[in-house]
């Protein structure tokens, strides 16, 4: 069966740290771009960040670029975000995505550029 899982999120204080990570299994991830998604309440779901298949291209959205960091792990066949300085804004559902190709481009923050999607994990950045 495949599945895509995500893990540590949490509430933090604005200014806090979180490292979000998206394990598959059934599959590996090795020869897909891996993209992280989020929904905030009331707001459709936008993209965050991608990495390539490879690793060697990395995708974020202005509103996180400089604060967020997207790696891979192969041999744990996970993809992790790294976020700093994280903002009330930054509050939503996080959703990993496995991507189409292995590396979408500038489709990477489409949704329809994804096939299978993890069932998201909370982040709640608040005073």
């Known amino acids: 069966q495949l599945q895509l899982v995500e893990s540590g999120g949490g509430s933090v204080q604005p200014g806090g740290s979180l490292r979000l990570s998206c394990t598959a299994s059934?599959?590996?991830?090795?020869?897909?771009?891996i993209g992280w998604f989020r929904q905030a309440p009331g707001k459709e779901r936008e993209g965050v960040s991608c990495?390539?298949?490879?690793?060697?291209?990395?995708y974020f959205s202005d509103s996180v670029n400089g604060r967020f960091r997207i790696s891979r792990d192969y041999a744990k066949n996970t993809v992790y975000l790294q976020m700093t300085s994280l903002k009330p804004e930054d509050t939503g559902i996080y959703y990993c995505?496995?991507?189409?190709?292995?590396?979408?481009?500038?489709?990477?923050?489409?949704?329809?550029?994804?096939?299978?999607w993890g069932q998201g994990t909370q982040v709640t950045v608040s005073s």
């Open positions: 995505a496995m991507g189409d190709y292995s590396d979408p481009s500038d489709r990477w923050n489409r949704q329809d550029a994804y096939n299978y």
């Open positions: 990495v390539s298949a490879g690793g060697t291209s990395t």
């Open positions: 059934g599959f590996t991830l090795d020869s897909y771009g």
